[in-house]
C-alpha cells in the first residue's frame, strides 16, 4: 500500500483531470516478472514452462483470486519489427505449440484457474493492428500460424481461446465460422470459451481500410464473449435478433458456454 499518487504524475499517466483531487490510497497488486514469451521460447525446455506456470503464474492466480488467465500470447514471429513479438515464444509454430502447451499445464494444475491462449490468429504486426488484413493461402494458414494453436490445445487443453483483431483474406478472424467453428471447434476439438479481443475494435486507430467488427457477426461466427461489451454492441445483438440475422439459438450456445467456463473455474 502506497500513498495516493500526487498531482504532477496524473498528467504524466494520462489519467483523467478529473481523478487529481481524489484521496485515499492506491492497493498495488505486485506480481512476479518472469522472462518475456522469446527467451522462455529459447530455453526449448518444456519442462521449465510448466514449473513457471504451476509455481509462479497459477500460485499468484490463487493468491490474487484469479480464474483466467490472458496468456500466453503465440503469434508467430514473421517480423522483427512487431511490437509485440517479445511476448511471443518463437517463429516457428512447433516451439510456440510445445511452450504454450506446457505453460497451460503448469497453469491449470492448480484447481480453479485457466489460460487464454491467443490471438487466435495470424496477428503479425501491431501497427495498424485493428485494420491489418492478413493474405495468405489455405497451406500457409495450417501449416505456420494454425499449427501451433493445434498443438497447445492437443497437449495443453486450454480453458479459452482469444481471437485477433486482424482480417485474413478480407474477413475479420472474429467473424470466420470456418476458423472458429470449422476448424476451432471440429478439427482440433476445442471445448472451451472463445471470446474476441478487447474492445472488439471500436474505436479507429491507424488507416482504416476495413469495416469494423461487428458484434452479431462474431456470435454468429463462434465467438461466445464480446470483449469489452459497449451498448453499441447491444445495440447491434438487438437489431440483429430482431431482424434474423441472429437467432434466439446463437446467444444461447454463447451464454451456454460462458456459463459452463465459469462453472469449470468455480469447481
Given at each position: 500500500?502506497?500513498?495516493?499518487?500526487?498531482?504532477?504524475?496524473?498528467?504524466?499517466?494520462?489519467?483523467?483531470?478529473?481523478?487529481?483531487?481524489?484521496?485515499?490510497k492506491?492497493?498495488y497488486?505486485?506480481?512476479t516478472?518472469i522472462?518475456?514469451?522469446?527467451?522462455?521460447g529459447?530455453s526449448?525446455?518444456?519442462?521449465?514452462?510448466?514449473?513457471i506456470?504451476?509455481?509462479?503464474?497459477?500460485?499468484?492466480?490463487?493468491?490474487?483470486?484469479?480464474?483466467?488467465?490472458?496468456a500466453p500470447g503465440?503469434?508467430?514471429?514473421?517480423?522483427?519489427?512487431?511490437?509485440?513479438n517479445?511476448?511471443?515464444?518463437?517463429?516457428?509454430?512447433?516451439?510456440?505449440?510445445?511452450?504454450?502447451?506446457?505453460?497451460?499445464?503448469?497453469?491449470?494444475?492448480?484447481?480453479?484457474?485457466g489460460?487464454t491462449?491467443?490471438?487466435?490468429?495470424?496477428?503479425?504486426q501491431e501497427?495498424?493492428?485493428?485494420?491489418?488484413n492478413?493474405?495468405l493461402?489455405e497451406?500457409t494458414?495450417?501449416e505456420?500460424?494454425?499449427?501451433?494453436?493445434?498443438?497447445a490445445?492437443?497437449?495443453g487443453?486450454?480453458?479459452?481461446?482469444m481471437?485477433?483483431?486482424?482480417l485474413?483474406?478480407?474477413?475479420?478472424?472474429?467473424?470466420?465460422?470456418?476458423?472458429?467453428i470449422?476448424?476451432?471447434?471440429?478439427?482440433?476439438?476445442?471445448?472451451?470459451?472463445?471470446m474476441?479481443?478487447?474492445?472488439?475494435?471500436p474505436?479507429?486507430?491507424?488507416?482504416?481500410?476495413?469495416?469494423?467488427?461487428?458484434?452479431s457477426d462474431?456470435?454468429k461466427?463462434?465467438?461466445?464473449?464480446?470483449?469489452?461489451g459497449?451498448?453499441?454492441?447491444?445495440d447491434?445483438?438487438?437489431?440483429?435478433?430482431?431482424?434474423?440475422?441472429?437467432?434466439?439459438?446463437?446467444?444461447l450456445?454463447?451464454?451456454?458456454?460462458?456459463?459452463?467456463?465459469i462453472?469449470?473455474?468455480?469447481?
Amino acid at each position: 500500500m502506497k500513498d495516493f499518487l500526487p498531482k504532477e504524475y496524473w498528467s504524466m499517466l494520462g489519467l483523467p483531470e478529473a481523478n487529481k483531487d481524489r484521496k485515499g490510497k492506491v492497493f498495488y497488486q505486485n506480481t512476479t516478472a518472469i522472462p518475456i514469451g522469446t527467451a522462455l521460447g529459447q530455453s526449448f525446455n518444456e519442462q521449465l514452462l510448466e514449473q513457471i506456470g504451476a509455481n509462479v503464474i497459477g500460485e499468484e492466480m490463487d493468491l490474487f483470486k484469479i480464474h483466467l488467465w490472458l496468456a500466453p500470447g503465440m503469434n508467430i514471429h514473421r517480423n522483427i519489427l512487431c511490437g509485440r513479438n517479445y511476448e511471443y515464444f518463437s517463429e516457428d509454430p512447433l516451439i510456440s505449440g510445445k511452450m504454450a502447451a506446457a505453460m497451460s499445464r503448469g497453469v491449470q494444475s492448480h484447481k480453479n484457474r485457466g489460460v487464454t491462449i491467443k490471438h487466435f490468429a495470424c496477428n503479425n504486426q501491431e501497427t495498424n493492428r485493428f485494420n491489418n488484413n492478413s493474405i495468405l493461402t489455405e497451406r500457409t494458414l495450417r501449416e505456420i500460424y494454425l499449427k501451433g494453436f493445434q498443438i497447445a490445445i492437443k497437449e495443453g487443453a486450454p480453458k479459452a481461446v482469444m481471437t485477433s483483431y486482424n482480417l485474413i483474406n478480407g474477413i475479420h478472424t472474429s467473424a470466420r465460422r470456418d476458423l472458429n467453428i470449422d476448424v476451432l471447434r471440429c478439427e482440433f476439438k476445442f471445448n472451451g470459451l472463445i471470446m474476441s479481443d478487447w474492445y472488439g475494435a471500436p474505436i479507429k486507430i491507424g488507416i482504416a481500410y476495413h469495416p469494423d467488427q461487428i458484434c452479431s457477426d462474431n456470435i454468429k461466427a463462434g465467438n461466445n464473449l464480446q470483449n469489452e461489451g459497449f451498448k453499441k454492441h447491444l445495440d447491434n445483438l438487438m437489431e440483429a435478433l430482431k431482424d434474423g440475422k441472429v437467432k434466439r439459438e446463437d446467444l444461447l450456445d454463447s451464454a451456454s458456454i460462458i456459463y459452463e467456463t465459469i462453472e469449470k473455474l468455480n469447481q
